[in-house]
C-alpha cells in the first residue's frame, strides 16, 4: 500500500522560506512521477509542481514559478519542495501525491495516491 507523509509546514512571514517534504513507501519510489498541490480555504485544490520519476523533468504553476523547487532523492524516497520569497497567498494546505506513470502531470485527476497534508501559513 502506497503511503506518503508530508512534513514541514507551519507559520513564516512573508518573504520567509520553508522547506517541505514527503515520505513515500508501499512500492518502487524511482518509477513514478510526484506532485505538490495545494489548498486554499475556499478554494479548489491546485496543481504546484510535479517531478518526473527519474527527476530530470519538472513542471511549475505560474504563481510559483522562480520561487520554489521541486526536487526528488530516490534514495531516502522522498519528495522536497523548496519554497523561497512566500507570499501571504501561498496560504494553504499543501499536499504530496503520486501518480502511476513516470512523466510529471499537473491535473490532480491524473494522481492516484494523496498524503494528509500540511498547513503552511504566511503572515503579511
Known amino acids: 500500500q502506497v503511503q506518503l507523509v508530508e512534513s514541514g509546514g507551519g507559520l513564516v512571514q512573508a518573504g520567509d522560506s520553508l522547506r517541505l517534504s514527503c515520505a513515500a513507501s508501499g512500492r518502487t519510489f524511482s518509477t513514478f512521477a510526484m506532485g505538490w498541490f495545494r489548498q486554499a480555504p475556499g478554494k479548489e485544490r491546485e496543481f504546484v509542481a510535479s517531478?518526473?520519476?527519474?527527476?530530470?523533468?519538472?513542471e511549475y504553476a505560474d504563481p510559483v514559478k522562480g520561487r520554489f523547487t521541486i526536487s526528488r532523492d530516490n534514495a531516502r524516497r522522498t519528495v522536497y519542495l523548496q519554497m523561497n520569497s512566500l507570499l501571504p497567498e501561498d496560504t494553504a494546505v499543501y499536499y504530496c501525491?503520486?501518480?502511476?506513470?513516470?512523466?510529471?502531470?499537473?491535473?490532480?485527476?491524473?494522481?492516484?495516491?494523496w498524503g494528509q497534508g500540511t498547513q503552511v501559513t504566511v503572515s503579511s
Open positions: 501525491a503520486t501518480r502511476d506513470g513516470f512523466q510529471v502531470r499537473t491535473h490532480s485527476n491524473d494522481y492516484s495516491y
Open positions: 517531478i518526473s520519476g527519474g527527476g530530470g523533468t519538472t
